[in-house]
């Protein structure tokens, strides 16, 4: 009897302990100031690879080393429990200085746990921000966090499989693939290949999950439909075009290697594998010349990408907002943000860093995504132009991405997509409308 | 009423003797963690479940009577998860029993060496089930080079090709199940092994003495002899099979199991609460699980107190 109950219970316990924390969380509401730009402030972030925990490390120690005035004191919590951490801590314990995950930006606002940050963090380092990263780090006009990298996302191909196979393949952003080429190359690409798969879409991270809804979502916008306008997803998440896109997703799933071990581009059991910047650096070792970087399918719009990664704000009850934003301004200046890019391969997300970037500015190797997120824009102003969409700035965010990533996953091993859609969109628009649109 | 055990009982709780003191102390800690740490969060969970509670809004949460339970009753994705779980229970409670109860007689054999094959059959409890889970994906995967697809296709000469295991919804939940006994039988199996041992050799020397066949000493020496074992054991499995959560997890977020055929209660409580902050929800799901369970709980121990005192 005791097992049985503590089987039903743990879930309660941690309920109960949640409403604990909603509670105290309720005692915060949003008073920054700005201090004496003195003394000591407490940073989080999440533990990323070593390379760039090592970046962050030497960032705080020379920033400590170059001034007597602020201290910094930095803690690591695992990537894995980052924002669930942040999630349960209550506004008032929160740091003066944290990262946080692009997407999830919105409800910490909701929830009053950052604080704006334009009248502590210098003009120059927003002017120096490029425009998604503004973009990314604004909610309702206001900017709340600015981030020292962005993301790319497009195909990377193995030009010499490409080749022998005679399958041509676009060099810009306007030749892209439309669905059927791209399906038809799929056809071609795994008809030449004795693994009898084309295209690796990093199965072994989970459809479910975020990288579902950052890797595909794209999709939806480039066939015209959406996550959601107008806080509804009834009729834009479930109209016809979202349906049409992923009816040609699934129409890929055959030629899709399940990647379990990771290897499936490198291993050459696949000519296309759909990724982000964060592969470029193991690809570019195991292929060498034969590696080129293709744009996602258009859908009917013009392709399109995702955009947004981590970024940085402040608690919402920081005492120490002169101090945590000159701490920012120096994280954000150049030598810092080469030396986080240079650890994790990502585009850099100020225009001085970027303008120089060996990889992303014209003539390297990833140009072509580097024009990808010049041409960027928010998910609820997407223009014909505008090619990387960043994940909807809402407070709703996790419920879209929760039901959208599941449809994605269910759709993925053949499920009706119509169905799959409008049972997420149903859900989305039932927990926006309990919520009063999360305004 | 003129029974005296209960004329003294009725005294003792009126009347506060000195040696009441030193047991009721003794049994505080362990109430007083119930009460903090089972039954308020409970209380907590069945108030919360009436609410369209957020987890960790600062905004108050506002009542909604039961509008989460009615939602809860007609949404097919929540009976399917029901479905599910009582599927999983229904297959692994007698399957994995039986097969534990053969392994333990397996090894309870007098051989050189035995202990190794009881080592070896033990050695998958040992493994967290996270790790399970993820050698499972690979034996499942639907590639063909799975080390399942692989075994069917040489063993079927090729006429079978390969199956998407985890993503068809008609081999989806019986994949979790023999993963899940294959993992956990060999606890059950060291439980059976203990209770065999303790059956004392001379009846079934007696046994054979009246000439019974090995199928009557089974049925007639083994089986009455674990009695109380097998009903530990069967209980047990039930509380497990119940809560199966981490394989059905892992599986489906990373690992393309089939979500609505796979999904369990708690899985649903879980994804509720913590992918969408709908802590409301979660409650309401926690409280008509625990009901149904704890209707489980009375039922199975009201037949097994009944065949004991028969």
């Known amino acids: ?439 | 009423m003129s029974n005296p055990t209960v004329e003294r009982t009725h005294r003792r709780v009126f009347r506060w003797t000195r040696q009441d003191i030193p047991g009721a102390a003794m049994a505080a800690p362990g109430v007083i963690g119930l009460l903090v740490f089972v039954a308020a969060p409970f209380l907590v969970a069945v108030v919360l479940s009436f609410f369209n509670a957020q987890l960790n809004s600062p905004r108050t949460p506002n009542f909604i009577g039961i509008t989460q339970y009615a939602r809860l009753f007609s949404d097919s994705q929540f009976w399917r998860a029901l479905g599910n779980n009582l599927t999983f229970a229904a297959f692994v409670i007698p399957v994995q029993t039986a097969i534990a109860l053969g392994l333990a007689m397996l090894v309870n054999q007098r051989l050189r060496g035995i202990s190794i094959f009881r080592a070896l059959f033990f050695l998958p409890v040992i493994f967290p089930m996270a790790l399970v889970a993820v050698v499972w994906r690979l034996i499942l995967s639907r590639s063909e080079d799975g080390l399942l697809n692989s075994l069917v296709h040489v063993t079927t000469f090729g006429q079978v090709g390969a199956q998407d295991w985890l993503g068809n919804s008609a081999t989806a939940l019986p994949s979790i199940i023999l993963l899940s006994i294959w993992q956990g039988v060999g606890f059950q199996m060291i439980i059976l092994l203990a209770g065999l041992q303790d059956i004392p050799q001379e009846r079934y020397e007696a046994a054979q003495l009246d000439r019974a066949s090995r199928w009557q000493q089974f049925l007639y020496v083994t089986l009455p002899g674990l009695r109380n074992t097998l009903i530990f054991v069967v209980l047990l499995t039930s509380i497990l099979a119940f809560r199966v959560y981490d394989q059905v997890y892992i599986l489906i977020t990373s690992g393309g199991a089939n979500k609505s055929a796979t999904q369990t209660v708690l899985y649903q409580a879980t994804t509720s609460v913590f992918d969408q902050n709908n802590l409301g929800r979660a409650s309401a799901i926690t409280v008509v699980f625990f009901a149904i369970v704890l209707a489980i709980t009375v039922i199975q121990r009201r037949v097994v107190r009944q065949e004991s005192e028969a």
């Not at chain 1, 580097?370 to 809402?394: F, H, K, Y």
Request: net charge negative; proline share 4%.
């Open chain 1, 1 to 439: 009897m005791k097992h049985r109950k503590k089987a039903g219970d743990g879930i309660v316990a941690v309920s109960a302990a949640a409403l604990l924390l909603a509670a105290c969380s309720s005692g915060g509401n949003g008073t920054s100031s700005a201090g004496d730009g003195t003394g000591d402030v407490e940073v989080w972030a999440h533990q990323g690879k070593d390379t760039e925990v090592a970046a962050l490390q030497d960032a705080v120690a020379n920033f400590n080393a170059s001034q007597t005035d602020i201290n910094v004191n930095l803690t690591l919590v695992p990537e894995a429990d980052y924002t669930t951490t942040i999630q349960s801590t209550s506004a008032g314990d929160l740091p003066d200085v944290l990262e946080l995950d692009g997407p999830t930006l919105a409800s910490f606002v909701y929830d009053a746990k950052v604080a704006p940050i334009d009248g502590y963090v210098s003009q120059d380092t927003i002017d120096n921000a490029t425009v998604g990263n503004v973009n990314q780090g604004t909610v309702d006009g206001t900017l709340y966090a600015l981030a020292q990298f962005n993301s790319g996302l497009g195909l990377f191909a193995n030009g010499a499989m490409l080749d022998a196979a005679g399958v041509s393949y676009p060099d810009s952003i306007e030749s892209a693939w439309t669905a059927d080429e791209f399906l038809s190359a799929l056809k071609t690409l795994a008809a030449a290949n004795d693994s009898g798969y084309a295209l690796d879409i990093k199965e072994n991270y989970g459809l479910g999950g975020e990288w579902g809804t950052y890797a595909f979502s794209p999709l939806l916008q480039s066939a015209g439909g959406n996550l959601i306008a107008d806080n509804r997803a009834s009729d834009v998440l479930d109209g016809p075009e979202s349906v049409s896109a992923m009816e040609a997703f699934q129409s890929w799933m055959p030629y899709v290697d399940p990647n379990e071990d990771d290897s499936a581009f490198v291993d050459g059991r696949v000519a296309i594998s759909w990724g982000g910047h964060w592969m470029y650096p193991g690809y570019s070792e195991a292929l060498g010349n034969d590696l080129v970087v293709l744009p996602l399918p258009d859908m009917g719009t013009g392709t399109k990408s995702g955009a947004g990664s981590w970024t940085w704000g402040m608690g919402s009850t920081t005492q120490q907002g002169a101090a945590a934003g000159a701490f920012l301004d120096y994280l954000l200046n150049d030598e810092n943000v080469k030396a986080m890019t240079t650890a994790n391969g990502a585009p850099p997300a100020t225009k001085s860093a970027l303008a120089t970037d060996a990889l992303y500015s014209a003539g390297g190797a990833l140009e072509l995504w580097g024009q990808q997120l010049e041409a960027g824009c928010n998910a609820d102003s997407i223009t014909e132009d505008c090619v990387t969409v960043l994940r909807p700035l809402t407070a709703g965010y996790p419920v879209i991405t929760s039901e959208f990533a599941s449809a994605l996953a269910a759709i993925a091993i053949g499920d009706d997509v119509q169905s799959a859609l409008t049972r997420a969109a149903t859900a989305i628009d039932q927990s926006f409308s309990d919520n009063n649109d999360y305004q």
